[in-house]
């Protein structure tokens, strides 16, 4: 047998041991109590707070060797981590040990004629296997989560983020074994091999959800190649409909903010539609602000009316989530053509309609789509923290099981419990 054999057997084998120690944990962890998990949040953010020195160095060599690599702006602001960012991740953390345990919830209850008494239970999934790219944070965001929803958690973070990840990583450890819980509760992949993700696809005795978090070309692998079943989203092709009712100076304010506060997230707004009774007024300086803030503008005919900054819009603009200081906007006619446009072009995560027509607003939040709709709000708070869920793993566009920010209801299922007093069926 050549080396590479025996190579692609060794890993192999490490990660059905790697599963196997999930599933073992997976077991203790569906038992838990919520204090116990709670403490584990807890020493892990301590840890954090303590290791911010070795997490900061970890993620200084990530970024050496991504700027080496030539990453976009948007893609390094992913990555990097502040002192900052490293205390939000203690505070999600936190926030995540805050919330009530979803274990054992009773979801609904009720009696039959002939005196069962049923209850719907929630329930952990068991194991998730998360598989996500660039930002490190997510190592904590997941971690976390699966833990306070009962699950075992195999996280697979980018080749980019490795040193960060495996910092972030130990300070869960320090957390686990602090509450004498199993470490295996929460693993990282001690690899880095592309092979790794294809063998957790693989893996339905050992995993049972797998969540994939990144780019179109990771997304698209994993819903092509899974046999295990996937929470995932696709692409954040946001929204926002300024409509001829908006207040023009709250519609300035949020489209800024939609599309620049980070432009690399996937609640960043990528395209601009502007109702058509109100853009002679309302176009210019909405294309303005923008424009002088550093955005380009990719517009169609009105728009590049509007501004001779504006670089004309193609059909694949539409379409496109940049992730960039980029933004395509278009003149509709009024919210049913917008409508129509977010059906065509969207990718159902997340839009926002700018209106104080109360009657147009609830049109929108009723006929788009998507797993978020707002009403004169930023798509940027498209986030399981702003939420109150603590933290999210993702935002799912599924129509099953879940969408929208994925927090610890989410990671939990439910089953059935049936009390009798010897009935038998006739």
């Known amino acids: 047998m050549s080396t590479a054999e025996n190579t692609a057997d060794d890993l192999q084998q490490e990660m059905l041991d790697l599963g196997a120690r999930a599933r073992a944990a997976a077991s203790v962890l569906a038992k838990t109590t919520a204090q116990a998990k709670n403490r584990a949040l807890l020493q892990a953010a301590s840890a954090m707070r303590a290791g911010s020195a070795d997490i900061l160095a970890a993620n200084a060599l990530d970024m050496a060797a991504a700027e080496r690599r030539d990453l976009t702006a948007a893609l390094l602001d992913r990555l990097l981590l502040t002192e900052d960012r490293i205390e939000a991740m203690a505070k999600g953390l936190e926030a995540v040990a805050e919330l009530s345990d979803p274990v054992g919830d009773i979801i609904?209850?009720?009696?039959?004629?002939?005196?069962?008494?049923?209850?719907?239970v929630r329930v952990p999934l068991g194991v998730i296997g998360i598989i996500y790219e660039s930002r490190p944070n997510v190592t904590a965001d997941a971690g976390a989560l699966c833990l306070k929803s009962g699950n075992a958690a195999i996280l697979r973070g980018g080749s980019e983020s490795v040193h960060s990840s495996r910092a972030i990583h130990r300070c869960l450890v320090t957390g686990l074994t602090a509450a004498a819980l199993p470490e295996?509760?929460?693993?990282?992949?001690?690899?880095?091999?592309?092979?790794?993700?294809?063998?957790?696809l693989t893996m339905p005795q050992h995993i049972?959800?797998?969540?994939?978090?990144?780019?179109?070309?990771?997304?698209?692998?994993?819903?092509?190649e899974s046999r295990v079943p996937v929470i995932a989203h696709l692409d954040g092709n946001c929204h926002i409909y300024v409509d001829a009712s908006a207040d023009l100076q709250m519609a300035r304010d949020i489209s800024l903010n939609a599309k620049l506060r980070r432009t690399g997230i996937c609640g960043a707004s990528e395209t601009l539609l502007v109702d058509r009774h109100c853009a002679t007024t309302y176009l210019g300086p909405l294309v303005k602000d923008l424009l002088d803030a550093g955005c380009e503008v990719r517009g169609d005919d009105d728009t590049q009316g509007a501004d001779d900054r504006v670089v004309p819009a193609n059909e694949d603009d539409w379409g496109t989530e940049y992730l960039d200081s980029i933004i395509a906007v278009k003149v509709v006619d009024g919210v049913t053509e917008a409508i129509?446009?977010?059906e065509t072009y969207g990718s159902h995560h997340t839009e926002s309609i700018i209106a104080d027509d109360g009657g147009v607003a609830e049109r929108f939040l009723a006929e788009v789509d998507s797993a978020i709709v707002l009403h004169?709000?930023?798509?940027?708070?498209?986030?399981?923290?702003?939420?109150?869920?603590?933290?999210e793993i993702g935002i799912s566009t599924n129509r099953l099981h879940a969408r929208g920010p994925v927090g610890v209801e989410q990671l939990t299922s439910f089953k059935y419990v049936v009390h009798g007093q010897g009935q038998v069926r006739p």
């Not at 004169?376 to 933290?391: I, K, L, P, R, V």
Request: charged share 20%.
């Open 376 to 391: 004169n709000a930023s798509t940027q708070f498209a986030d399981g923290g702003e939420f109150g869920m603590g933290a």
């Open 340 to 342: 129509s446009h977010i």
């Open 184 to 200: 295996s509760a929460i693993q990282l992949l001690p690899t880095t091999d592309r092979a790794a993700v294809g063998m957790m």
């Open 208 to 224: 049972d959800i797998i969540v994939p978090r990144g780019g179109r070309g990771l997304i698209e692998r994993v819903q092509n």
């Open 108 to 120: 609904a209850e009720w009696d039959r004629p002939n005196g069962l008494r049923i209850s719907r």
